[in-house]
């Protein structure tokens, strides 16, 4: 057995944490650098790395999905394990009710995490005139999600708590 921080040939690894996000392979790939600069401006995101951080959660995602499709229907791994993943995003939103599919998972889209996103919903919302000036007012704690002032612009907002976003109470916005 691995000891924790031991890399695979016993080197020892200083990591506190594991990695948020994977540097592509080709770093000046015209189409794939034209694609993130896309996103970049269509979500209002601070850098390529917010990018690649949602890219790295999804391949994560993806690549559970099959693993778990190759088991048996009955598997108990399968049958644990697939319940929570499919849990987890339909509690996020990622997922309808009715898509309730390891099948399903495979068909996510980097759009759709975007979407869940703080700073995306208070635009759409109408609380923010631009999806700049959503993440502006969320940084300087503007916007409460429920009861709880949330600064952070990627915090992916959950389906029940999406209907409570609003501003804070102590915010000269209203409250």
Known sequence: ???????????KSYQQYGKTFRKPKR????ERLDAEMKIVGEYGLKNKREVLRVNYALAKIRTAAPTLLTLDEKDEQRMFQ?????????RIGLLLESEKKL?????????????????TKVFKLGLAKSIHHARTLIRQRHIRVGKQICDIPSFLVRLDSEKHIDFALQSPFGG
């Open 1 to 11: 057995a691995r000891r924790q921080g031991q890399g695979t040939m016993g080197k």
């Open 103 to 119: 099948d399903f998972v495979l068909g996510l889209t980097s759009a759709k995490i975007m979407e869940r996103r703080l700073q």
């Open 82 to 90: 697939g319940e929570a993943l499919l849990r987890r995003m339909v």
């Open 27 to 30: 770093p000046f790939e015209k």
